[in-house]
């Protein structure tokens, strides 16, 4: 025998035990088949499945049973008139998209044998009303269960450590959740637009709240944020209009950009001492906002910070903060005065534009901070700016101080 027909008699004999090369069809379920480790993943349909869908636990295939232990990416994406899924207790993995689309599916099983669900699997699946996710599971992935709009109750176990970004984006029916305690990070937009979202209880054990994690849920109305958590990302609260409290814990150090943006119905704050920290348009548009509490750890404020805050009456600079960033206190029209600490070397553009009720400024540095362009038009037309009594000329011949050099007078002697 000839080494050609040798190895084509040895493929011969390996191809039953070889993975099939494509997509094998067997009671109506499409599978990928690995016939030497007897495993069996579902796959797409390319006509799309219909209707209620039990998968069995195994499948036979020319004479090996296989188990049926995933189901694969995309399998049923696009499914838009699959009705019912059964899952069997062989599965152990739900693929990326594996779901993905499947807008009249109102219900689904996940046993407990399964440990990973793979980003998106349930997205879009409009028409879903109820899941629960067995303990099995330890990661709820990015964007699992995004805009499942008709989602109102997910039970996530104690077993779930962290829920990924996105994972309950668009859910705008959720009205409640309890995050468990074993839960120690919540990713960037996971309940983004939940807008029916009246209560969320965050657990000890969480240390971290990502960018945009309840960007838009205008439904909530008080959040408590337990110790355990340090930093704020960027947007965390943004749009939270109905938002009417919020405990910010002393063990954070950072507050992120626009964290509160747009929080409208926001009326007090306090900032605990260990934040040295405040980003970029944190409370931007806070309409309701009326006392702010900021301790002298803060050393940084952001641009835009209080943008708009017109309900706020009085506010106090920290010792610690060197610079007043561009249009921090813009539009505060309801500030009627404002104490500027000795430290600070700059006032950015726009800092107090528009703030119509501020007739008294105090600045205690003695050398006139670095002043950019248009930092208190918009002010009332009795407004006075009192500076030492030994550099009152100073600040009248400043770059940007002489604009207002009518207003500029000695501090007052006690």
Same mark, same amino acid.
């Given at each position: 025998?000839?080494?050609?027909?040798?190895?084509?008699?040895?493929?011969?004999?390996?191809?039953?035990?070889?993975?099939?090369?494509?997509?094998?069809?067997?009671?109506?379920?499409?599978?990928?088949?690995?016939?030497?480790?007897?495993?069996?993943?579902?796959?797409?349909?390319?006509?799309?499945?219909?209707?209620?869908?039990?998968?069995?636990?195994?499948?036979?295939?020319?004479?090996?049973?296989?188990?049926?232990?995933?189901?694969?990416?995309?399998?049923?994406?696009?499914?838009?008139?699959?009705?019912?899924?059964?899952?069997?207790?062989?599965?152990?993995?739900?693929?990326?998209?594996?779901?993905?689309?499947?807008?009249?599916?109102?219900?689904?099983?996940?046993?407990?044998?399964?440990?990973?669900?793979?980003?998106?699997?349930?997205?879009?699946?409009?028409?879903?009303?109820?899941?629960?996710?067995?303990?099995?599971?330890?990661?709820?992935?990015?964007?699992?269960?995004?805009?499942?709009?008709?989602?109102?109750?997910?039970?996530? $176990?104690?077993?779930? !450590?962290?829920? &990924?970004?996105? %994972? *309950?984006? =668009? @859910? +705008? /029916? #959720?009205?409640?959740?309890?995050?468990?305690?074993?839960?120690?990070?919540?990713?960037?937009?996971?309940?983004?637009?939940?807008?029916?979202?009246?209560?969320?209880?965050?657990?000890?054990?969480?240390?971290?709240?990502?960018?945009?994690?309840?960007?838009?849920?205008?439904?909530?109305?008080?959040?408590?944020? $337990?110790?355990?958590? !340090?930093?704020? &990302?960027?947007? %965390? *609260?943004? =749009? @939270? +209009? /109905? #938002?009417?409290?919020?405990?910010?814990?002393?063990?954070?150090?950072?507050?992120?950009?626009?964290?509160?943006?747009?929080?409208?119905?926001?009326?007090?704050?306090?900032?605990?001492?260990?934040?040295?920290?405040?980003?970029?348009?944190?409370?931007?548009?806070?309409?309701?906002?009326?006392?702010?509490?900021? $301790?002298?750890?803060? !050393?940084?404020? &952001?641009?835009? %910070? *209080?943008?708009? @805050?017109?309900? #706020?009456?009085?506010?106090?600079?920290?010792?610690?903060?060197?610079?007043?960033?561009?249009?921090?206190?813009?539009?505060?029209?309801?500030?009627?005065?404002?104490?500027?600490?000795?430290?600070?070397?700059?006032?950015?553009?726009?800092?107090?534009?528009?703030?119509?009720?501020?007739?008294?400024?105090?600045?205690?540095?003695?050398?006139?901070?670095?002043?950019?362009?248009?930092?208190?038009?918009?002010?009332?037309?009795?407004?006075?700016?009192?500076?030492?009594?030994?550099?009152?000329?100073?600040?009248?011949?400043?770059?940007?101080?002489?604009?207002?050099?009518?207003?500029?007078?000695?501090?007052?002697?006690?």
């Amino acid at each position: 025998m000839t080494m050609k027909k040798l190895l084509f008699l040895i493929l011969m004999l390996l191809l039953p035990l070889a993975a099939s090369a494509d997509a094998v069809e067997i009671d109506g379920i499409y599978y990928n088949l690995i016939l030497k480790g007897k495993v069996a993943e579902v796959t797409s349909n390319p006509n799309k499945y219909t209707g209620e869908i039990v998968i069995p636990e195994t499948v036979t295939y020319d004479g090996v049973t296989c188990n049926v232990t995933s189901i694969g990416r995309n399998a049923f994406g696009s499914c838009s008139l699959l009705t019912k899924i059964t899952i069997p207790y062989s599965v152990t993995n739900i693929g990326i998209s594996a779901f993905y689309g499947c807008t009249v599916l109102t219900s689904v099983t996940i046993p407990n044998s399964v440990t990973i669900i793979g980003e998106s699997a349930f997205a879009n699946c409009s028409s879903l009303t109820s899941v629960i996710i067995p303990n099995s599971v330890t990661i709820i992935g990015e964007s699992v269960f995004a805009n499942c709009s008709n989602l109102t109750s997910v039970t996530i $176990p104690n077993s779930v !450590t962290s829920i &990924g970004g996105g %994972a *309950f984006k =668009g @859910c +705008s /029916g #959720l009205m409640s959740v309890t995050v468990p305690n074993s839960v120690i990070s919540i990713g960037k937009s996971a309940f983004s637009g939940c807008s029916g979202l009246v209560s969320i209880i965050i657990p000890n054990s969480v240390t971290s709240i990502g960018n945009s994690a309840f960007y838009g849920c205008s439904g909530l109305t008080s959040v408590s944020i $337990p110790n355990s958590v !340090t930093s704020l &990302g960027n947007s %965390a *609260f943004s =749009g @939270c +209009s /109905g #938002l009417i409290s919020i405990i910010i814990p002393n063990s954070m150090t950072s507050i992120g950009s626009s964290a509160f943006l747009e929080c409208s119905g926001l009326t007090s704050v306090a900032i605990p001492n260990s934040v040295t920290s405040i980003g970029n348009n944190v409370f931007r548009n806070c309409f309701g906002l009326m006392s702010v509490a900021i $301790p002298n750890s803060v !050393t940084s404020i &952001g641009n835009d %910070a *209080f943008q708009n @805050c017109y309900r #706020l009456t009085s506010i106090t600079i920290p010792d610690g903060v060197t610079i007043i960033n561009e249009g921090t206190f813009k539009g505060c029209s309801g500030l009627t005065s404002i104490d500027i600490p000795n430290g600070v070397t700059s006032i950015d553009n726009y800092a107090f534009y528009g703030c119509s009720g501020l007739t008294s400024v105090t600045v205690e540095a003695m050398t006139p901070p670095t002043l950019g362009s248009d930092v208190f038009n918009g002010n009332a037309s009795g407004r006075k700016i009192y500076v030492p009594n030994a550099s009152v000329d100073t600040y009248k011949a400043a770059s940007g101080w002489s604009t207002y050099a009518s207003y500029i007078e000695a501090i007052p002697s006690a």
